[in-house]
């Protein structure tokens, strides 16, 4: 499955637990995965399942990254026919074992598998929670020490 694809993919699903989103997404306001992956200070990290791409996260720091994170976790997907498989937990192990410090998060309030996730997560890397607020009507933004 191509990047292309797969942030489409995403975006469909996002779209469902944010209204703002789904008009953006009609009303063609939204990025493309080749938009993004030409930012400068963001990282796009493949997940693979086999030899074929089945998800991704996307990383950023500098001015896409809020200014109390050293990082910020944008975006991170795995195609629903990949899930269960452990490999977005996988993805943010390996990531997590390599860059310590502050990292950023922002949650759709509504989307409670996502909310669940990174509890998991939190929990199974031990990680130190610094802050939990609303950042918009949809959104919370969790930060972290890793």
């Known amino acids: 499955m191509t990047?292309?694809?797969l942030y489409d993919a995403y975006i469909n699903e996002v779209a469902f637990f944010n209204p703002?989103?789904?008009v953006a997404e009609e009303r063609g306001l939204l990025l493309k995965a080749k938009d993004i992956e030409s930012f400068t200070d963001t990282k796009w990290i493949d997940i693979y399942y086999g030899p074929e791409i089945v998800g991704f996260m996307i990383v950023a720091n500098g001015s896409h990254c809020p200014i109390d994170a050293d990082?910020?976790?944008?975006e991170l997907f795995v195609h629903a026919?990949?899930?269960r498989k452990h490999l977005a937990f996988d993805t943010v192990k390996g990531y997590?074992?390599?860059h310590h410090g502050r990292a950023g998060l922002y949650l759709i309030s509504k989307n409670a598998h996502a909310l669940m996730f990174w509890e998991d997560v939190k929990k199974k890397l031990n990680l130190k929670t610094?802050?939990?607020e609303k950042a918009s009507p949809f959104c919370d933004y969790h930060l972290f020490v890793v």
């Open 81 to 83: 026919d990949y899930r």
């Open 20 to 22: 703002e989103l789904r």
């Open 71 to 74: 990082y910020l976790v944008m």
């Open 3 to 5: 990047r292309e694809r």
């Open 96 to 98: 997590f074992n390599k």
């Open 130 to 132: 610094i802050k939990n």
